[in-house]
């Protein structure tokens, strides 16, 4: 049973870095199709290209973040956890995707092993140990204090650049920004691949750990490739719901203001993976820097019903992610213990 929980595990794994792809893409190419920085092909061929070496950079960071993260249980008892987790995260991030919502991966996740987790400890099996560092470092400060951060930031950082752009026409300044904008969409996909492949790539090796089969202080060559290329294939097919979202449902930005949301995230991303080892997520931090930057304008014109509506699903993420994988987690309970 072990290893039948721990080859669905990495299966499993594989469609949330795909699925994670396929959905946050919008993170690197919304503005700049929007801006017509780049065409949408170039954008995602763009954002492909840097994801996987973001997350093949990203091995030597996974075993920082996975002995910060929660400690499992070994057997099919923590694998069936990460299963349920997993599958939570998969229906919910699908279902945001659906609704042109932009969603944390990172949080559903979490989410969902504290919910597994729970059940685990209701039918008398193993918890997961390690829950009040999660709480606090993986859902309270992505979920609250980043996306602030990433706000306040991006709406500042509009003065100083407005300024030194001030003495050149619109046109120059529009065509100055649509060619930063090429390098900061680049910049936030290597961000993208450094934080959730991490995500993903600890969970293998959580897996793999739980299973017997390594003692966690190395991260296989097969983990980081597998990762990579099923985010890099998502991002390749990914859809554009989310994107029409953030480059048009939302707000409207100029090239200067999208360089700089683009900029902030990818800064944040960075100093979260290599400086922090602290999960951030790319799209509370890409959306809140969009919003700051956008609102830092004459006309901002802000939907703000929209607003509402994507802060109550960041919300709700952990909270639905967390009560479908309790359910799970206790349908897989019988064949657990047999």
Same mark, same amino acid.
């Given at each position: ?21 396929? =959905? ?8 700049? &199709? ?9 954008? !995602? ?5 840097? %994801? ?23 057997? +099919?008892?923590?694998? %069936?956890?990460?299963? %349920? ?20 991966? /990172? ?11 729970? +059940? ?6 193993? @918890? ?21 951060? #990433?706000? !306040? ?8 650049? /407005?300024?030194?752009? =001030?003495? @050149? ?10 060619? $930063? ?7 936030? $996909? ?27 202080? +190395?991260? *296989? ?5 597998? &990762? ?6 998502? &991002? ?51 959306? @809140? ?18 607003? =509402? =509506? ?6 709700? /993420? ?8 309790? !359910?799970?987690?206790? #349908?897989?309970? *019988?064949?657990?213990?047999?």
């Amino acid at each position: 049973m072990t290893v039948a929980f721990l080859v669905l595990v990495v299966g499993l794994a594989s469609g949330f870095a795909f699925l994670n792809g396929f =959905r946050d893409v919008s993170n690197a190419v919304a503005l700049s &199709t929007r801006t017509r920085a780049l065409t949408p092909s170039v954008a !995602v061929l763009l954002a492909g290209v840097f %994801s996987f070496l973001g997350v093949m950079l990203s091995g030597s960071f996974i075993l920082a973040f996975t002995q910060s993260w929660v400690t499992l249980p070994s057997g +099919a008892g923590g694998l %069936s956890m990460l299963a %349920s987790a997993l599958v939570a995260s998969i229906l919910w991030g699908i279902y945001g995707w659906w609704g042109g919502i932009p969603l944390s991966s /990172t949080n559903s996740l979490v989410g969902g092993l504290i919910g597994a987790g729970t +059940a685990s400890v209701l039918v008398g099996g193993d @918890s997961i140990r390690g829950f009040d560092g999660v709480i606090l470092a993986q859902v309270v400060l992505p979920l609250l204090l980043s996306p602030v951060i #990433a706000f !306040v930031g991006a709406y500042l950082l509009v003065w100083p650049v /407005t300024w030194a752009a =001030r003495y @050149s026409q619109p046109n120059v300044v529009n065509s100055r920004f649509r060619r $930063a904008q090429a390098v900061s969409a680049a910049a936030v $996909a290597f961000g993208h691949g450094l934080q959730d492949g991490q995500r993903t790539a600890a969970v293998m090796v959580l897996a793999l750990v739980a299973a017997g089969l390594t003692g966690g202080d +190395a991260v *296989p060559l097969w983990v980081l490739l597998l &990762t990579a290329v099923m985010l890099t294939a998502g &991002t390749l097919f990914g859809g554009w719901r989310i994107s029409h979202t953030l480059g048009y449902k939302l707000l409207r930005v100029d090239p200067l203001r999208g360089f700089v949301a683009q900029t902030l995230t990818s800064v944040m991303l960075f100093i979260g993976a290599i400086g922090l080892h602290l999960p951030l997520s790319t799209t509370h931090t890409l959306t @809140s820097a969009v919003l700051g930057a956008g609102t830092n304008q004459r006309f901002a014109g802000t939907n703000r019903r929209l607003v =509402r =509506r994507i802060l109550l699903f960041w919300v709700a /993420t952990p909270v639905v992610a967390a009560a479908a994988a309790f !359910v799970l987690e206790l #349908a897989f309970s *019988p064949l657990v213990r047999r």
